[in-house]
């Protein structure tokens, strides 16, 4: 696959604008790997092979194991995922299908029972920044693999 754009020279005022939405979502107090495990649903759901890689490597990066990003795509199915996580996994496939479904109050009621209102702006935000990049990324074709995270594993509660 070559690829057609690269979207980030062509306009870097966009560019710094995606990545600043992103930015406030990492910085907004929701735990890094929840965001990953996000990022990487909503880029499964997308078909974004460039960000499935970065993301499962930063996930990674972070101490996520093989084994929960490997069932990702059948969460619903697998042992493996808290109810926070599953919260946020089932709002993020509804916002990302949004023309489906246009997010169902059953969906809202699960997540908002497990996430405080400014946590779910901020999800929220995330969903919406990483269908972006999905979007961005799929239509100019960036081709996935080279990318090294240089995200620090997370440190381990006392």
Excluded at 15 to 24: D, F, K, N, P, S
Excluded at 103 to 122: I, S, T
Aim: charged residues 25%; glycine residues 4%; aromatic residues 8%.
């Amino acid at each position: 696959m070559e690829p057609r754009l690269n979207p980030y020279k062509a306009s870097p005022k966009a560019y710094q604008a995606m990545l600043a939405l992103g930015q406030v979502a990492e910085s907004s107090g929701l735990e890094r790997p929840l965001l990953e495990l996000v990022k990487m649903r909503a880029s499964q759901i997308n078909g974004c092979a460039y960000c499935l890689d970065m993301h499962s490597k930063d996930a990674r990066a972070l101490g996520e194991t093989e084994q929960r990003i490997y069932l990702l795509n059948a969460w619903r199915e697998a042992p493996f995922y808290t109810e926070r996580e599953r919260a946020a996994l089932e709002w993020t496939e509804a916002v990302t299908l949004v023309s489906e479904s246009h997010v169902p109050d059953d969906v809202y009621e699960r997540v908002k029972a497990q996430f405080a209102p400014e946590e779910l702006a901020n999800l929220t935000l995330a969903v919406v920044a990483i269908n972006g990049w999905n979007r961005l990324s799929i239509a100019f074709r960036a081709v996935p693999g080279a990318y090294k995270s240089s995200l620090q594993p997370l440190k381990a509660s006392a």
